[in-house]
């Protein structure tokens, strides 16, 4: 597919966050995502190569770590301040998983700083664990351009170094977005589809792909105009 074209998905209207939010139907119908708060979307500049850039809209919610497993239903419905909420009545010091959530939640929730904190929590529970990591890594990718040229890396290093991780392939792919580098997007997302389909992230990857490609699809056949 012309790189220029792969994400002209966002430019089409659909834009990566509505993107997500129809992708997280494979996961049984629950999202990441949370009704609109006072959080304000952060806006990166482009770093992406003329002509593999995306396109469209960039009023993209707070950059946040997509976790393996779908928000529950009953916290999914909440606004983002409702979640870090019920996260942190759940957050233990000594249970990594918990604090993942929490700190997903606060950056959703736009509180990057508080995220980095149970980020930093949860790596001292889980000390060999790459999830916070690549959370870690996020945080610093929402300071802006330096900082998301640092978390670009640091995910590179992450998934070279664990090559079969969903979350950490499907989290490059994420922050790709935020970068909008649709190269890296699809490049990332089939990692994760080709790694194990039927998770629930490998479900959302695939979702993802295919309106990636039919939206491509749709373009090419109106003539509308892509970059490349």
């Known amino acids: 597919m012309n790189p220029g074209r792969i994400l002209a998905i ?3 209207g659909l834009g990566l966050a509505a993107a997500a939010i129809a992708g997280s139907l494979a996961l049984g119908g629950t999202t990441q995502m949370a009704p609109p708060d006072e959080a304000q979307p952060i806006v990166v500049g482009v770093v992406a190569a003329p002509g593999e850039e995306l396109t469209g809209p960039t009023d993209l919610p707070p950059l946040a770590m997509v976790l393996e497993d779908p928000v529950p239903e009953d916290i999914a419905s909440l606004s983002p301040s409702g979640q870090v909420a019920r996260y942190r009545d759940d957050a233990r010091d000594d249970d990594a998983e918990s604090l993942l959530r929490l700190a997903a939640a606060e950056q959703r929730a736009g509180a990057q700083d508080a995220a980095a904190d149970a980020y930093r929590r949860a790596r001292a529970a889980d000390p060999d664990g790459i999830e916070p990591a ?4 996020m945080v610093d990718a ?13 995910l590179a290093g992450i998934t070279r170094r664990n090559p079969t991780s969903q979350v ?9 977005t935020y970068r909008r580098d649709g190269r890296e ?11 194990d389909p039927d998770t629930p992230i490998g479900r959302t990857s695939v979702a993802l792909l295919k309106g990636i490609a039919e939206q491509g699809t749709r373009t090419a056949t109106t003539g509308g105009t892509t970059t490349g």
């Open 10 to 12: 966002v430019g089409a």
């Open 168 to 176: 950490a392939w499907f989290n490059r792919g994420w922050l790709a």
């Open 185 to 195: 997007v699809v490049t990332s997302w089939k990692r994760v589809a080709e790694i």
């Open 134 to 137: 690549i959370g870690l890594a």
């Open 142 to 154: 929402a300071t802006g351009d330096a900082g998301m040229a640092r978390a670009t890396s640091a």
